[in-house]
């Protein structure tokens, strides 16, 4: 047991609740990672794949009912609702403690207690916070100790503060009725129940690093983002980084692991991954903001990635890493779906049953994931632990729109840039929902993650815009136009870091834009088209903007813009300007 007084006491007080047969503090330790895993092996809870073509790597299967996070089954529990704001759902704070104590009551008899004690962020950092985790799953052990820093570093970090996040964990009865992940902001606390599912339990994830960090960054004056970190290295060695937000399906880790095109390679050009997912920014002492990588791993979703798609993500999974629900081959080691290689004459699904390419099945769940440490990735930038953090440059919204939004369009200052996000948007593909092109606003990406009131997440941005000395250039791309035909215009991959290369020259002042109603657009002739097939021509079109399509638009960000009840006039005011502009077009 460690010597935290705050800790111990909560422990002791969850451990009464709960009544777990045994308690086992993480210490981090080599020697603990293999008796855990063992003993996971030995009880089925993971099969131990091929240790020469997939060494260190695990294999787990959750129950067919819990495979997603469960976004209505996820609560931001306050005093007032006004608190968790019209887009969360609300549970006031002392109802939901009594709804779940009920559950957790009893949960973990005949079960092992485990305290993990972890960091969000590089160890000792002024950005980083401790966490604890209780957890009745060995398979949560395993994957928070790729995803975080965790166990006795975590616990010298915190040292004798009571500063630091609780988390409660169990997988209950894994019964969907009975599963709830509930948030308590103003408690510093999370209480997960009923789910063995990666986002639903591994605690510093998004219910940490976003919810509850999103709460923390307006109270202490900081921004937990969903949001990449990337840097872009030219041929004189200069780095700078960006971050960027996307909706789920808009090629977030591909942009984050991107692999320059042949050209750019020659030229001495070179992109370093800092994080795929999250990043907590701060302002830092020279006026800048600065952006850290709060986890320590990749939770990726497995199909789609293959060597033509991701070719780092996938040699990022080779070893130590824990895969989840994809299909398992006799040799045992691992296939999905879109993998780039032939399916296996039989395997055995994410359910656990005989699979053959005839079945008419996915022999992986469309959902499932490997979790390996981000260190291994070859395109890890060498500054993805530095605790100051990385400087950031620009900073790049984007969705997936078939006709509206352009290429790539620069906002004209902070305050309209913090519209365009707000209003930024997606249109669903078949894959999705079945229903195509249905337009889906996702402000900041972070309609699923904002731990309070979403009106007062826009104020944040606004005020922290007044805060930042030198703040980044806000950005807006859309590589998903396509042409009559349906057929994506832009290559994409690889060559997105063209359009890269003019965000970062417009930073730089040295490139012009033209104004357009909408944002700064680029100049044709300042994008390098060399080694594409697309024309100056064909780059006009991708750059245009279409007056009927915009009127649309404008129109259809009111009655999104309708849903805040606590719309900053800042917002009201660049819609209004906006609207004015698309309608002397």
């Not at 003993?39 to 091929?50: K, R």
């Not at 703040?471 to 590589?479: D, E, L, Q, T």
């Not at 064909?538 to 960000?557: F, H, N, P, R, Y």
Request: charged share 20%; aromatic share 10%; glycine share 8%.
């Amino acid at each position: 047991m460690y010597n935290n007084i705050y800790v111990n006491e909560w422990v002791e007080q969850m451990a009464a609740m709960t009544k777990p047969d045994s308690i086992v503090w993480i210490d981090g330790s080599e020697e603990e990672r293999e008796r855990l895993t063992k003993q996971a092996v030995s009880t089925g809870e993971m099969i131990e794949l091929n240790q020469e073509k997939l060494p260190g790597c695990l294999y787990h299967r959750t129950a067919e009912n819990d495979v997603a996070r469960v976004e209505h089954l996820t609560f931001i529990c306050t005093s007032r609702k006004e608190d968790a704001g019209p887009t969360n759902n609300w549970m006031e704070k002392s109802a939901a403690y009594a709804k779940l104590g009920t559950l957790f009551n009893g949960c973990m008899k005949g079960r092992t207690m485990y305290v993990i004690p972890y960091i969000m962020g590089p160890a000792f950092s002024e950005f980083s916070k401790v966490g604890i985790e209780i957890t009745d799953s060995i398979y949560v052990v395993l994957n928070m100790r790729i995803m975080t820093r965790m166990g006795k570093i975590a616990m010298d970090m915190l040292g004798d503060s009571p500063d630091f996040v609780k988390g409660l964990h169990s997988k209950g009865e894994l019964d969907p009725e009975k599963r709830f992940i509930c948030h308590f902001p103003e408690d510093n606390a999370i209480w997960s129940i009923g789910s063995g599912y990666g986002g639903n339990v591994l605690l510093g994830k998004k219910c940490f690093a976003l919810r509850i960090a999103s709460w923390l960054g307006r109270k202490e004056g900081w921004m937990a983002e969903h949001m990449l970190i990337l840097g872009i290295q030219d041929p004189t060695g200069n780095i700078q980084y960006v971050t960027a937000a996307f909706p789920s399906a808009c090629g977030k880790t591909n942009l984050a692991m991107l692999i320059p095109p042949e050209k750019y390679r020659k030229m001495g050009y070179k992109v370093w991954t800092v994080g795929d997912d999250i990043a907590w920014l701060r302002i830092g002492p020279d006026g800048r903001l600065w952006a850290v990588n709060p986890e320590s791993g990749f939770f990726g979703v497995a199909p789609g990635t293959s060597m033509k798609s991701n070719p780092n993500a996938l040699l990022t999974c080779q070893k130590n890493t824990i895969f989840t629900n994809v299909a398992l081959t006799p040799e045992k080691t691992v296939w999905w779906e879109s993998m780039g290689v032939p399916a296996p004459e039989h395997a055995t699904d994410w359910k656990g049953q005989p699979w053959t390419p005839d079945s008419g099945t996915k022999a992986a769940h469309p959902n499932s994931r490997f979790t390996a440490p981000a260190k291994q990735c070859p395109c890890i930038s060498s500054e993805w632990e530095n605790p100051a953090g990385v400087p950031v440059t620009a900073m790049i919204f984007g969705g997936r729109r078939a006709k509206v939004a352009p290429l790539v369009y620069q906002s004209f200052s902070w305050e309209h840039g913090v519209f365009v996000g707000a209003t930024m948007a997606s249109e669903t593909t078949a894959a999705a929902t079945g229903a195509v092109g249905v337009v889906r606003r996702d402000p900041m990406a972070m309609l699923p993650f904002c731990g309070y009131n979403m009106g007062e997440y826009f104020s944040h941005w606004l005020e922290m815009g007044k805060k930042i000395p030198n703040p980044p250039k806000i950005f807006n791309v859309n590589w998903f136009r396509v042409d009559d035909e349906g057929h994506f215009i832009w290559p994409g991959f690889g060559d997105n870091l063209r359009v890269l290369l003019w965000i970062l020259a417009r930073c730089n002042g040295k490139v012009d834009a033209v104004e357009s109603p909408i944002g700064y657009l680029p100049k044709p002739e300042d994008i390098d088209l060399e080694g594409t097939d697309i024309t100056p021509e064909v780059l006009k079109g991708l750059l245009s903007i279409d007056k009927e399509a915009w009127t649309q638009e404008v129109e259809d960000q009111k009655a999104h813009l309708a849903r805040f009840e606590k719309l900053p006039e800042e917002i009201k005011k660049e819609y209004e300007a906006l609207a004015a502009r698309v309608a002397a077009m």
